[in-house]
């Protein structure tokens, strides 16, 4: 069997092609010396993936931004704004639409950021318009291939398959389908992948995730077209389709039928698929088998994949089959063996986890394994391999009787409220007072340099905990004073002691572990480092109550308590993949609840549980939204209704689109919820409206992502609007999401406005 690897992390093991163009950008290393940090990361990569003996290793899976943009690049789709800034250095026209330009009188916004299906990926959102040309520039990839050759291995090229590229961008003018370009786009790819076959490349991989979505008939159409112009323009040269992310289910005819060399398969998210593609495809298609999890950091169960790489065999010869990981490896961080901490990372977890660097060994070992002529080489291996998946299996990290027997005791009644939201509602105004159109924030205040020189000097240990939290004290108490000043009617702390909403609660759940240095890009140079879910979830102790509870101490005002909740948890670590994901939102949402219950026995009459990441949950295919959807509406609702009828729940979604899942959201039974509205100028609020949204909405009247000062008549004027379609009794008056990321003196004169146009509205 064949090895290969679909595309590999490239911001650097430890993050030196982020720290590389972001010296670049503010002028402290040349253009030659960026080039040569790219350079020097493709063989790092590319060594890595040699010495382990992979056989075919990717090019032009490095990017210095994002890969779709590198493609948008390729075939010349810039957009018509940048076609100013033409003369400039190609490198920094490429920065300038990745980032927009200000600079020499012109002010040009970038191109639109979106996510890569269900990842925390986001790429770049190609820009089309009806009279769009493309002409070909394949220097990127020809130069990479060349560069990987003399290297010394026979290197395929990497690239968006023509169809999901279209499929990924976006129409900037009406009266066209971009699907209907193909047929302007196609004669470039038809160019490039011509020039790539002329360098000597062999095989070359087009992804084509959109394979694994749900299609229709016209697009299904497309494809058939597209693969049978390639090959007939270019029948020696070997293409690799890619699909990921989920099962080919129903586009499997389509999929088997390409006139392609090869179809790669992602068997961790739909191992089923296995059966249907070897009964349906034809006997000359090789398949590669993605049986390394791509995007998820846990150790592979070699005996498991063995498994299906002998069904794969009965059908297809050992020489018609490749071995890899389920998707490019992007979605993991680079080497666990940069993971030296005992403190954060036990050895015991440690052995269960497998980053990039640790999957490419996988797929070599998987491969050796399935070839009889080999297997005794990799015999030791197999040893260590199933000795690490069985003492996680049983690990006492792992497994909680008192978490099970919780689980075991969910009840219908932990997921309803006492009564239902009109009684509620009546008990909580006549606790509560609040005046017409109450004013709020979502949560966080500015994290200031000041804030996040104490936090630093915290970990480090040059402060004591004591000093830390008297830091903090302060910060709530200045921020409390703030509030009063501006009027508002329900307060926050800040969230000062939070450097992030995921991490802060991970870091006091057990269950959940922490890298130093597992770094996943989210976007250019944006990473994160994502938690890892590896056992049951048990709340040791209050994680917030004391924070609330001070502030509250403060001001006769009441004080909005602070929560993430289970669904945006789970959905923004690496998940446990020994259970079902509701399962471990099910004991997160049980933690929630014992934060929930303990900040209600300490006196906080307003709950907020955010759920930002709640829609991104979403499942690729349509035919699993409904069973995502009810248990991630449960776990919310395990969340939280645990409270009294006078206590307020509230939630915040920072996004707008509302429309295919609002029964859902109104199912959340949530008092008031609170969504990104004023960028749209209001228009999502329709949804809410028609369906006659029956509990409490705080429409965002104040886009907290620019810097920009909205004025008060600006944002009245949008809440006139949402007057409009919402009843006025149930409207709140709130920015779009937290203020975590201004400045101060951003946020005051804009909360001044907005409580100004409450005011002006009630009178
Ligand atoms: N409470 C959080 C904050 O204000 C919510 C952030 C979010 O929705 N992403 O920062
Ligand atoms: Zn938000």
Redesign the pocket.
Known sequence: MITHVLGYPRIGANREIKKACERYWSGKITRDELVEAGRRQRQYNWGVQKEAGIDMVPVNDFSFYDHILDMAFAVDAIPRRFQVLKELDPMDLYFAMARGYQQGGHDIIPMEMTKWFDTNYHYIVPEFTSDQTFTSHSHKMVREYREGKEYGFEPKPVMIGPVSFLLLGKEKDVGFSRLDLISRLLPVYREMLADLQQAGAQWVQLDEPFLSLDLDDKTRDVYRQVYQQLHAALPSLKLMITSFFEGLHDNTSLAVSLPVQGLHLDLVSDPQQLDNVLASAPENLNLSLGLIDGRNVWKNDLEQSLQMTQKALEQKKPEQLFIAPSSSLLHVPYDLELEKDEDHLPSEIKNWLAFARQKVHEVKTLAGLANPATHHQYKSALANNRQAIQSRGKSERIHKQSVQERMDGVNPDMTTRKHPFPERHQKQANQLHLPQYPTT????FPQTSQVRKVRRQYRRGEITRGEYEQHLRRLIAQAIRQQEEIGLDVL?HG?FERND?VEYFGEQLEGFAFTQNGWVQSYGTRGVKPPIIFGDVERKKPMTVEWSSYAQSLTDHWVKG?L?GPVTLLQWSFARDDQPRHATAHQIALAIRDEVADLEQAGIKLI?I?E?AFREGLPLRKKYWPQYLQWAVKAFRIASSGVNDDTQIHT???YSEFNDIIEHIADLDADVITIETSRSQMELLEAFGDYQYPNEIGPGVYDIHSPRVPSASEMENLLKKAVKVIPKQQIWVNPD????TRKWDEALPALQNMVKAAKDLRR
């Open positions: 924030t979502i949560g966080s926050v969230e909403m602070m993430t907020q955010d930002p915040h979604m920072c999401c937290g203020l975590k």
